[in-house]
């Protein structure tokens, strides 16, 4: 069944978290898998390792996660 809100309420729908990794990581299960959409609603990014999907995850915040993307992409993190 299905209630309409009433005028003035928020109603908040929470879904399961998207996962998701770089289109450059192989299907070899080494990757770092984050979750953009929750980043949008908290500020904060989650990450985990693709090989324990059940297992822990991280929370870091946003624009440290991007900080993180522009350096990988500049080449500033290489070895």
Not at 58 to 77: D, K, N, Q, W
């Amino acid at each position: 069944m299905l209630h309409q809100p009433r005028k003035g309420y928020t109603v908040t729908i929470e879904l399961p978290q998207q996962w998701v990794s770089s289109s450059y990581s192989s299907n070899g299960g080494n990757c770092l898998e984050w979750a953009p959409r929750d980043a949008a609603h908290t500020g904060t990014v989650p990450l985990r390792d693709s090989k324990d999907p059940g297992g822990p995850s991280l929370a870091v915040p946003a624009g440290a996660f991007a900080a993180f993307v522009a350096g990988v992409r500049s080449g500033a993190l290489d070895g």
